[in-house]
């Protein structure tokens, strides 16, 4: 009988922390969890967060790859995830329980860095003195790109959190990105809803909000720019979608939603014209 070929975790996706201990990413836990064949993942929520427990979510995780069936229990509450995940409690409770039935499938020891308390909280011991090399920036790059990030907006990420650009992060710093970003993408991959989750409210809206805000205007009849422009800014808004947050996007959307809702509301309702059958004869 032939004996199944393990997969390997990538080197990308493990991060160095304090005293040079490795961990890893959800991201390569799942890469590693295809290479051998993952063809079923499943959950069960064990517990629902809510006040009289803490705000704790507990959910059973059970993964399926070419070795066989694998469980694991994931935990989560306000006390032990990032400020980012603090509304998303049950998510990344869920996030943890794959990520930790996923370490038992393929042989993984280190812990996932999605498991971890706030990585904030985390500090490298030569962590004010170096800086990242290019080598260990290009993991960062490559998640922020599967983010929907792009370089610019990971600088001003960058700059706004630690006055630094992504070139000059110190190894705690780089660290705190990757979960951030780690987190993103796992809200969004669980939320079924990846746009709006992937980045945090204070930043400027990526192109293909952009490309999607314009194509509602265009439904609402602003096809002019110069009467797009005027409308947004009478509605308390930045002249050019561009210069939208993603607050400002969000919220913009929602009452274009509306607005395009009630429009073919009111289509709907208006009275029809009746055709008169044609008389024959006298």
């Known amino acids: 009988m032939e004996e199944r070929k393990r997969g390997a975790l990538k080197k990308e996706f493990l991060v160095k922390l304090h005293g040079g201990k490795e961990h890893c990413l959800f ?66 409770g869920e996030t943890r329980s794959i990520a930790r039935a996923l370490r038992f499938a393929t042989n993984i020891g280190v812990a996932a860095i999605e498991e971890m308390r706030d990585i904030n909280d985390i500090h490298d011991e030569d962590a004010q003195d170096n800086h990242v090399s290019q080598v260990q920036l290009k993991p960062i790059f490559d ?17 706004t959190k630690w006055r630094v650009s ?12 990757i979960k951030d970003i780690s987190a993103m993408i796992a809200t969004s991959r ?57 607050a400002e996007g969000s919220k913009y959307k929602k009452e274009l939603d509306d607005r395009i809702a009630s429009q073919e509301e009111s289509e709907t309702d208006s009275p029809q014209e009746i055709e008169q059958p044609t008389r024959i004869g006298g």
């Open 27 to 92: 991201a390569g836990l799942l890469d590693l969890g295809h290479q051998e064949g993952l063809s079923n993942v499943t959950t069960t929520i064990l517990q629902i967060p809510c006040k009289e427990n803490g705000m704790m979510a507990v959910v059973h995780a059970r993964v399926t790859t070419a070795f066989g069936d694998f469980t694991g229990i994931g935990d989560a509450d306000p006390t032990n995830v990032n400020k980012m995940m603090v509304n998303h409690i049950l998510r990344m």
């Open 143 to 159: 998640l922020a790109h599967k983010a929907g990030i792009t370089n610019k907006q990971l600088d001003d990420m960058c700059e």
């Open 166 to 177: 992504a070139d000059n992060l110190t190894p705690s710093q780089a660290t705190a990105l």
């Open 190 to 246: 669980e939320d079924g809803n990846e746009e709006e989750k992937k980045v945090d409210a204070s930043r400027k809206i990526p192109n293909n909000w952009i490309k999607g805000l314009r194509d509602k205007e265009i439904k609402l009849g602003m096809d002019n720019d110069k009467h797009a422009e005027n409308s947004r800014v009478k509605h308390g808004y930045p002249r050019i979608l561009s210069a939208f947050t993603i």
